[in-house]
């Protein structure tokens, strides 16, 4: 019998680049992984939001973080920013591809167009811009944990809501094809996994009025709630940890059990 193998469930000294990380999950998985240790680069679309969560996480005594403004939209920030952050840091071994927005959406109206190509541009194709960006990086460590953020939407379907639903379909298939195609270099510890987020209480939810909340969760999912952003940072903790090697091109459902719910 092989001896026991102990596998570290420590990300201290490793450097994350959040993106969307000004509110909401991105938010919660920056302040979870600076108090893991980790050295954090907050990246979202505004300076002065990204400065909020850097100083709110200094206030606890934690001094490496640093914040950047970038819009995901753009190729050429994506490249900029993940370079001065692996620069200033000495490197880049995790990145959560978590920035996102929902524009409704009917596909009848002129505005489709509208909705349609920047829900793909900023949910989906900046994804695969900034694992290609981070990727030397992590080859350069022999390390890299590359999470994706999807959500429920990308398991099913809401009406009115085409442009969202199908960039995230689109995340899980960009996860499932890197995840294998990186998976081939024996040399290097480099998993793609996705996180989706079911209900959660965030800005794109933030309009929903707390009634019709509480109806919809008692209806539709077993734990009867709405989760909190921080639920969904501890999930994607797990999945960024040395121990979950073996762990590369799932999706998890981080839903109070609702996609498992058949009535």
Same mark, same amino acid.
């Given at each position: 019998?092989?001896?026991?193998?102990? @596998?570290?469930?420590?990300? +201290?000294? =490793?450097?994350?680049? $959040?993106?969307?990380? !000004? %509110?909401?999950? &991105?938010?919660?998985?920056?302040?979870?992984?600076?108090?893991?240790?980790?050295?954090?680069?907050?990246?979202?679309?505004?300076?002065?939001?990204?400065?909020?969560?850097?100083?709110?996480?200094?206030?606890?005594?934690?001094?490496?973080?640093?914040?950047?403004?970038?819009?995901?939209?753009?190729?050429?920030?994506?490249?900029?920013?993940?370079?001065?952050?692996?620069?200033?840091?000495?490197?880049?071994?995790?990145?959560?591809?978590?920035?996102?927005?929902?524009?409704?959406?009917?596909?009848?109206?002129?505005?489709?167009?509208?909705?349609?190509?920047?829900?793909?541009?900023?949910?989906?194709?900046?994804?695969?811009?900034?694992?290609?960006?981070? @990727?030397?990086?992590?080859? +350069?460590? =022999?390390?890299?944990? $590359?999470?994706?953020? !999807? %959500?429920?939407? &990308?398991?099913?379907?809401?009406?009115?809501?085409?442009?969202?639903?199908?960039?995230?379909?689109?995340?899980?298939?960009?996860?499932?094809?890197?995840?294998?195609?990186?998976?081939?270099?024996?040399?290097?510890?480099?998993?793609?996994?996705?996180?989706?987020?079911?209900?959660?209480?965030?800005?794109?939810?933030?309009?929903?009025?707390?009634?019709?909340?509480?109806?919809?969760?008692?209806?539709?999912?077993?734990?009867?709630?709405?989760?909190?952003?921080?639920?969904?940072?501890?999930?994607?903790?797990?999945?960024?940890?040395?121990?979950?090697?073996?762990?590369?091109?799932?999706?998890?459902?981080?839903?109070?059990?609702?996609?498992?719910?058949?009535?």
């Amino acid at each position: 019998m092989e001896p026991y193998q102990p @596998l570290s469930r420590s990300i +201290k000294g =490793k450097t994350a680049l $959040i993106t969307g990380a !000004a %509110s909401g999950m &991105g938010r919660a998985t920056a302040h979870l992984f600076a108090h893991e240790g980790a050295n954090v680069a907050v990246t979202d679309l505004k300076q002065e939001a990204v400065d909020k969560v850097v100083d709110e996480i200094k206030a606890a005594g934690i001094d490496h973080v640093k914040g950047w403004a970038m819009d995901v939209g753009d190729k050429d920030a994506i490249k900029r920013v993940i370079d001065e952050a692996a620069a200033h840091f000495g490197g880049l071994e995790i990145l959560v591809n978590n920035a996102g927005f929902a524009i409704p959406a009917d596909v009848a109206e002129e505005s489709y167009e509208d909705a349609w190509g920047p829900s793909i541009n900023v949910m989906l194709t900046s994804h695969q811009r900034a694992i290609r960006a981070a @990727l030397p990086y992590m080859r +350069k460590a =022999k390390f890299g944990r $590359i999470v994706n953020v !999807a %959500s429920t939407e &990308g398991l099913g379907a809401t009406p009115g809501n085409s442009p969202y639903v199908a960039a995230k379909h689109g995340v899980i298939g960009l996860t499932r094809g890197l995840a294998c195609d990186l998976g081939r270099d024996e040399d290097t510890d480099i998993t793609v996994n996705c996180i989706c987020p079911g209900p959660i209480r965030t800005g794109i939810t933030a309009g929903i009025p707390e009634e019709h909340k509480t109806i919809y969760a008692k209806r539709r999912v077993p734990l009867r709630r709405y989760g909190i952003p921080e639920e969904v940072a501890n999930m994607t903790l797990s999945v960024v940890l040395p121990a979950a090697s073996f762990l590369n091109g799932v999706h998890i459902p981080v839903d109070g059990g609702m996609t498992i719910k058949n009535a």
